[in-house]
């Protein structure tokens, strides 16, 4: 059975930190793409950062290039990640999502974060 679970996010302050983990399971973790999106109220659901595989090589909405990093735990099951200099616009829902190159996709539930003071 394919899980994919999202966690640690919460109410962080502007300039503020938060790290989320997607924990994976059900299918080959380490062949397939992890993605972090993110999407606020009356908005798209939009691509925040992209890691491949192994983990060679990353990608990141221009938004928040330089203050987001995504990683991952191919021996752990588990994607990062690690959100520094928040802004109130991160605010969001926040979903992990791997896919392969045969078509599989899957989605987690997503976790919220909020930054406000």
């Known amino acids: 059975q394919v899980q994919i679970v999202e966690s640690g996010g919460g109410l962080v302050q502007p300039g503020g930190s938060l790290r989320l983990s997607c924990a994976a399971s059900?299918?080959?973790?380490?062949?397939?793409?992890m993605k972090w999106y993110r999407q606020s109220p009356g908005k798209e659901r939009e691509l925040v950062a992209s890691?491949?595989?192994?983990?060679?090589?990353?990608n990141y909405a221009d938004s928040v290039k330089g203050r987001f990093t995504i990683s991952r735990d191919n021996a752990k099951n588990t994607a990062y990640l690690q959100m520094n200099s928040l802004k109130p616009e991160d605010t969001a829902v926040y979903y992990c999502?791997?896919?392969?190159?045969?078509?599989?996709?899957?989605w987690g539930q997503g976790t919220q974060v909020t930054v406000s003071s």
């Open positions: 999502r791997a896919n392969n190159l045969f078509n599989a996709d899957y």
């Open positions: 059900g299918f080959t973790f380490n062949i397939y793409y």
């Open positions: 890691i491949t595989p192994a983990g060679g090589i990353t």
